[in-house]
């Protein structure tokens, strides 16, 4: 017999269609997909390098289970660098991967029934999270006329006694919506009046487009900085998902806290892979920027590709790598057999009759959508644009 808590969370809804993508794979069909959750690039040589050397250093014991020192620092000099934030070593927390440190974050935060404010559409893993760790998942919704982004007016209305968190994922999964230092300045007031925490997912702030610069909500001020718990880590900005490197930062007593908790739980991050992340924090930044380059082409043809076509259409996203793209034109008619009902209907009909593979903004609580990743190369870019094409022109 399960544990309750085990009990309520949910499967991860893309593993259907990814299960169903491997199966067509494997039996010959010639399936686009644009699914993936990761950059397609290969991790950069430089920091390959550093991993080859720690191990033939014999780096390959425990270390200090939040994180070696050198990596800490090397967090601190990016945050400064970078976001312009004063941190020392003992602020920061490096995990395995970003997952662990919000998981972290929550056991931490939450008290059984305390509330977690999730703006919708929504990353599928920090309502299972939040739960995890007894704490209560609230959904904010938001709209695709604004931008997909909630307002201070909606914060305000969903703020009761019970809050204890805020979510900002900015730029955010599934959406790619950045918010503004204004709207930051507002969200940051209101946390300090209200007194909750702010979880600040910053993992996309790599892969922002348009000549647009990041801003961490952590410096708006010294208030908001102490609520504030920066999520970040090197999975998306340097190709390093299969690394699990993560960290938080936040203020001493939370790191304190999250170190016990991590040191009783899983103990030190890879000694290894703490080496090629400190390699990617100090070293050249040139392979960011020529990642993030080509992110933004694919990006442009795929948005306009998108509103070129009869029956969709879809915001143009300023980060991360994924397009929010607007289906709800073909609810209620039937396309090749299949009645279209919900997004669900149509990733299923997509797959089986033109072989491409998106994800259903129902897991992100965004019926009405699909998520395409443009994570993959141009080529099945334009070719799986051209399938959805002939798809909605009934030519398939
Ligand atoms: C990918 C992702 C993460 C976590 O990445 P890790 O590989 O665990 O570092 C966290 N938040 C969001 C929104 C993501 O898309």
Not at 218 to 239: F, P, Q
Not at 259 to 270: K, V, Y
Not at 342 to 359: H, I, M, Q, T, W
Request: charge should be negative.
């Amino acid at each position: 017999m399960l544990s309750e808590k085990i009990r309520i969370i949910a499967p991860s809804p893309t593993l259907a269609i990814d299960e169903k993508v491997k199966i067509m794979r494997a039996e010959g069909v010639d399936v686009i997909g644009f699914g993936a959750g990761q950059p397609d690039f290969d991790t950069p040589d430089h920091i390959k390098a550093a991993a080859i050397k720690a191990i033939e250093d014999g780096f390959t014991k425990y270390t200090p289970a939040s994180g070696t020192k050198e990596l800490k620092e090397a967090v601190c000099r990016k945050l400064k660098r970078d976001n312009g934030l004063d941190y020392t070593p003992a602020n920061i927390v490096v995990s395995n991967g970003a997952k662990q440190s919000l998981v972290n974050t929550f056991t931490a935060i939450c008290n059984p029934g305390d509330e977690v404010i999730v703006p919708a559409p929504y990353w599928v893993s920090y309502p299972e999270m939040i739960k995890l760790a007894d704490g209560v998942p609230v959904i904010m919704p938001t709209t695709e006329e604004n931008n997909f982004k909630f307002t201070v007016e909606d914060l305000k209305k969903t703020v009761t006694d019970r809050t204890r968190a805020l979510i900002l994922n900015s730029p955010s999964n599934p959406t790619g919506m950045l918010y503004t230092v204004e709207e930051l300045k507002a969200i940051g007031e209101l946390a300090v009046e209200k007194d909750f925490y702010i979880v600040s997912d910053e993992i996309y702030e790599k892969l922002i487009y348009d000549g647009v610069s990041h801003v961490s909500i952590a410096s708006v001020s010294e208030e908001v900085k102490d609520r504030t718990i920066i999520i970040n880590g090197l999975s998306k900005s340097h190709a390093m998902t299969g690394w699990r490197i993560g960290y938080t930062a936040s203020n001493n007593a939370l790191a304190k806290a999250m170190g016990n908790l991590q040191s009783h739980q899983t103990s030190n991050p890879n000694s290894i892979a703490q080496k090629a992340a400190e390699a990617a924090l100090d070293g050249e930044q040139e392979c960011v920027e020529i990642m993030r380059k080509t992110f933004e082409e694919r990006r442009n043809y795929m948005v306009e590709r998108i509103n070129s076509i009869e029956g969709l259409s879809c915001k143009k996203p300023t980060g991360a790598f994924y397009v929010m793209m607007n289906i709800s034109k073909c609810f209620g008619t039937e396309l090749y057999g299949y009645q279209i009902q919900n997004s669900d209907d149509f990733c299923e009909a997509l797959l089986e009759v033109a072989k491409v593979a998106v994800v259903s903004g129902i897991g992100f609580c965004a019926d009405g959508f699909v998520r395409l990743s443009y994570a993959t190369s141009m080529k099945n870019i334009e070719e799986g644009l051209n399938r959805i094409e002939k798809f909605l022109k009934k030519e398939c």
